[in-house]
């Protein structure tokens, strides 16, 4: 334990003189991590992408996170060494550890785990007293009721609750979607903050019918902006919900619903805040992605900050981009509730005149979790953890998610379809969210759901020819590689199972796909029919759900005896910083 | 979401059979307001909808070539929620706008609407359009004789796997 303090304290650049204090005196510590100077007359804070992390967990960051076109070598798309060079962070530090994979289960070690709400509630709170009243926000960027068993039995029930008793004020969404439109509207009843979204309209055949919309006239279906006032000042916060749900995941959720970037709806809608309602600063809470955040930066004016989530990355700098009017700021502020974000405002009449911005990583171990929240948690927890808390296998290797093209856990969740739904292929989707669970620890059914708790968690076996699996790569690749983040879809490329190929990020579509081989090493054939499984499907599927089938296979105790490897030769990005150890 | 009678069924009908089929009449067009002028040049562009690239369309249909405009406003979404039913429109702030049409390239017939305008209605058209994958949309304005355009690439994707 002294080991862990005495790297904290490092880190934080503090002086040797506070070692000899014992454990207890841990708030001082964390005092000089988490005390910001004062600045600016508005502290807006912001967190994303929790998903519905309710405790403290390990999350590795990408080794693997590849840019190209204009994105290439440019924030978000450096990792590693790249990464910490570029925003001046220190080899070895914690903030080394939270921000990037490096030494990832060494530091795990030393730094212990980042998040939980208890936590997070007790930082949010002081950093909120700090300023004083009526000078703060709480805001979410969406994907904060998905993500573990417990939000996906309560249907992201549990989430409000905790969102309530946090203090988030204003929200957007993106997972939140997948429940559909009556449980959303239920847990928006409940919800105490406001539901933004400026980029959900109804289709025409809703708005014929008068379905239910915020506004007939324009066809929104929720409220798009809203105005604080902060001290003086009155500080519009306009909602961009993920504008692919319809297409990401499956159109049942949403069938009255249309979404997109909306770019030129949102122009006017920032034009009638700073013109009509005369806002004295425009922020965007956003779930498009960063890609996608800083092409719209650059193409829509008025905009002081676009507050990012959805691409999960955690971005320790505000991205300047300018426009034909001035300079947005563009922030990501990574996943799971490892940070929270804090932007200090100074604001002037009708501008914004400087801004300081933090991302600071969740310490689980210097933040003393608050009571309230924890007993909370304990409560909506207690129903469903004994069910789930049997440890089911112990795996030998790091297990993780995040990366372009694959991570262990997919591999784990592809040979698991593999085997026990007999395949030769098998596909798992490129999803971002999904804990980090280090060697030698045990899993749970809580684990498992904490990587496949979705609505939609069917299995399936089909047949597929080598064409038709070709065109389904090649197709989600281009959601990841388009030269045009506007045609992007912010998750990774499909993970493949008993699949070997080469992919060449920076090709058209069409292009990127080559050298498909079966896991032994024989050439896939164009009209050759193979046996494929998978889960996650947009189009209705009713195999058993994915958990169960994962569940089972490691039950067997069969884990890892299948050769793992991810079977994806890269082509054509020798020199970019978007992969660990190149650039 | 959906009635089986009244207007919107016929509607919905109209729209699924004009995927590829010329829309006249059926945009801000009233029927009062159709000139003779128009009348006169009636006749169904019967060799235009069977050219299977745009230029070929394009050409057939007025006989000559369209230079960009950033005058001529296309909307259409970046990736499409349903490529069978892909709500596209254009705006235009020309003059004298006699005629717009819309081509998906990659269709198997390009030319999937054309719409003829009267002296004094507003050049506004909105439609949907089915795309059976990814391709170049091209809005064409014809005024004062000339022919504009406008260009989007919408995306037919198989989706999932979102973030």
Redesign the interface.
Known sequence: MAIRRRDFLKSAGLAAASLGLPRLARGTEAASIYDLERFGNARILHITDTHAQLNPVYFREPSVNIGVGEMAGRPPHLVGRAFLERFGIRPDSADAYALTCLEFEKSAGRFGKLGGFAHLKTLIDRLRADVGEKRSLLLDGGDLWQGTGLANVMQGRDMVEVANLLGIEAMTG?WEFTYGEQVLRDNLERFKGEFLAQNVFL????A??D?LAFDKATGRVFKPSTIKEMGSHRVAIIGQA?P??????P?RFT??W????RE?ELQKHVDALRGTDKVDAVILLSHN?MDVDLKLASRVTGIDVILGG???DAVPQPIPVKNAAGTTLVTNAGSNGKFLAVLDLAIDKGKVSDVRYHLLPVYSELLKPDPGMAELIGRLRAPHVTDWSEKIATPDRLLYRRGNFSGPIDELICTALRTELDTEIALS?????GVTALSGQALTMEDVLAETAITYPETYVQEMTGAQIK??LE??C??LF?A?P??Q????M?RAGGLSYTCTPTAA?GGRISELKLHNGKTISASHRYKVAGW???TGQQGAPVWDVVGRYLRSGRMFQERLGSGVTLKGVDDNPGIAGQG | MTTTTGPLATRRLILQGAASVALLGLGNLPFAATPARAAANDKYPEEAFRQKNEADAIKALYGKTAEPSDKVKLDAPEIAENGGVVPVSVTTTLDKVTSISFLVAENPFALAASYKFADGTIPAVANRLKMAKSTKLVAIVEADGKLYSATKDVKVTVGGCGG
């Not at chain 1, 289709?203 to 809703?206: F, G, L």
Request: hydrophobic content about 35%.
């Open positions: 993106h289709t025409e055949e809703a014929f019918n379905a993920f692919y749900v319809p297409i990401a995941h159109k069938p009255d249309s979404f997109g970037i030129e992605g959805h691409t999960h989707p490129g999803f971002r969210w065109d389904v197709d989600i281009d959601n388009n045009d506007y045609y879809q912010g998750g990774d499909v579509i996650a499907s947009v």
